[in-house]
């Protein structure tokens, strides 16, 4: 074991987020600018037909419309860091338009593979053992694409630092770093942030899922690899919590020393650090094991119930006013988890919520959450319950509503993914996206 640990700390030596790696240097972040060169040696593959570098990419403000009293780092995503970026033709994307759109592939971007996540019991014992050795090798891989920014001071630009992290690490700090208070006019505001309590919950979550798995995909070489869900209806403890699954737990909550992810750390612990976006690797000894205590929340002592789903699929307006943690008859808001879906009125911690505070421990923390691969199989099948929704409604990106939550606009960019994807693009259903779902237990 100590060989591993040795392994990983060089690991986390060598590395130093979702910025692009080459749009990082001083000259970039200077000229504003992501353009990388393809290697036809042109911005963008320009020459090669691939993309374009343009002005502006990004989109301005919605209806919110309150600039000028918000002055956080996210704000209109990516413009504080980047306003010229690469806009891609045809199958191209990526930051560089060097990759392919979800669910294609090949040179030419020209080859279309849909993908099938299944239910984690439903993996033959190969495919099981597969996915817990590709995320094995994402937390040690150093992220070739990406850097995560590290900072001592949040008002002082100069203080940035970009460095290096883990594929599996990239994903994790994406979400913590959505999850960060808002600065508004020199104060800080938790009582909102740009994943969740708001229309973009779903689609923000569905490309975080996108982006890992794909970045696995790239890693492994392995196309067809699917990230699993755990269909958590009617359980009345957590049924994957062994070790041949996500693992079991001590009475602290630490996992067992025989599961998969015994020695996992998250990165980003350091939440309550007002200072800093992220600890990083620099304290690597210091960053927390993960932890849970499945059933030991009094007030979430088991997950949603089967007809929970249901009456979550009964809801057919998308999201209502006022479009956050309050918002009534709102399918968002129910699968979320701040309304009661039977009634569509009561606000009360349900569904999405409810399965975050029964797993308690890092899972029970939002902004640390995405440390525990749990997460990954939590959101894939809230992913599926919103899937099923745009199906049931044969919804499309028109019904994501004009709002006031910051970054949650139909066509601001969800934030902080690279490059961009607006918030309504993301309410499509996910053939668009190359993957589907395997019908389990009836759903
Ligand atoms: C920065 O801008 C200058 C002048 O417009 C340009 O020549 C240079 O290529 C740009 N550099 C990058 C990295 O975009
Ligand atoms: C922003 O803060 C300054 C002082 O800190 C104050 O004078 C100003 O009115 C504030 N602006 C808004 C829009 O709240
Ligand atoms: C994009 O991919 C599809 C397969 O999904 C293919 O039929 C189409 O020709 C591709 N488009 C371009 C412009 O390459």
């Not at 919110?64 to 980047?82: E, I």
């Not at 007002?274 to 997950?303: I, M, T, V, W």
Request: hydrophobic residues 30%; contains cysteine; neutral net charge.
């Amino acid at each position: 074991m100590i060989v591993f640990c040795v392994f990983l700390v060089l690991c986390y030596d060598l590395v130093q987020a979702q910025f692009p790696r080459v749009c990082v240097t001083e000259e970039a972040l200077k000229n504003k600018s992501c353009c990388p060169l393809w290697t036809d040696l042109s911005p963008c593959g320009f020459s090669s037909g691939r993309g374009i570098c343009r002005d502006q990419i990004v989109p301005v403000l919605g209806a919110s419309g309150h600039l000028p009293q918000y002055n956080d780092d996210r704000l209109s995503w990516p413009k504080y860091y980047f306003n010229h970026a690469c806009e891609c033709h045809g199958n191209y994307s990526g930051y560089g338009c060097g990759d392919c759109k979800y669910g294609h592939f090949g040179e030419k971007c020209d080859r279309k593979i849909t993908i099938v996540r299944k239910e984690i019991r439903e993996l033959s014992l190969l495919e099981r053992k597969r996915f817990f050795s590709y995320l094995a090798l994402a937390k040690i891989t150093k992220s070739p694409d990406f850097v995560i920014l590290y900072t001592g001071d949040r008002h002082h630009k100069d203080t940035y630092r970009f460095v290096d992290a883990a594929i599996y690490d990239v994903f994790s700090w994406i979400h913590y770093y959505s999850t960060k208070p808002i600065l508004k006019n020199g104060t800080f505001d938790d009582s909102t942030n740009y994943a969740h309590q708001g229309p973009a919950f779903p689609g923000w979550h569905r490309l975080g899922l996108l982006f890992l798995e794909r970045q696995i995909q790239l890693m492994t070489g392995d196309e067809n690899f699917a990230l699993p869900y755990w269909d958590w209806r009617g359980e009345k403890k957590c049924s994957i919590c062994t070790n041949a699954f996500l693992g079991d737990n001590d009475v602290e909550g630490f996992l067992s020393q025989y599961s998969h992810f015994a020695f996992w750390k998250s990165i980003c612990s350091g939440y309550n650090y007002d200072d800093s976006y992220c600890l990083a690797a620099d304290d690597f000894n210091q960053l927390e094991r993960l932890h849970r205590k499945p059933g030991a929340n009094p007030h979430a002592r088991s997950p949603p119930t089967f007809q929970d789903v249901e009456d979550t699929l009964k809801l057919e307006h998308f999201d209502r006013p006022p479009y956050n943690r309050k918002a009534q008859n709102s399918f968002r808001n129910a699968l979320e988890g701040f309304l009661n879906p039977k009634d569509g009125i009561t606000l009360q911690t349900t569904m999405h919520n409810l399965v975050h505070n029964f797993l308690g421990g890092t899972m029970g923390e939002v902004p640390i959450s995405s440390n525990d691969p749990m997460f990954l199989l939590h959101h894939c099948f809230i992913d599926k319950i919103y899937e099923k929704w745009l199906h049931k409604y044969n919804a499309s990106s028109d019904v994501y509503p004009e709002n006031d939550q910051p970054g949650q606009g139909p066509n601001e960019c969800a934030t902080p993914y690279f490059p961009c994807y607006t918030n309504k693009q993301l309410l499509q259903k996910s053939d668009a996206f190359g993957y589907k779902y395997s019908i389990y237990q009836g759903l």
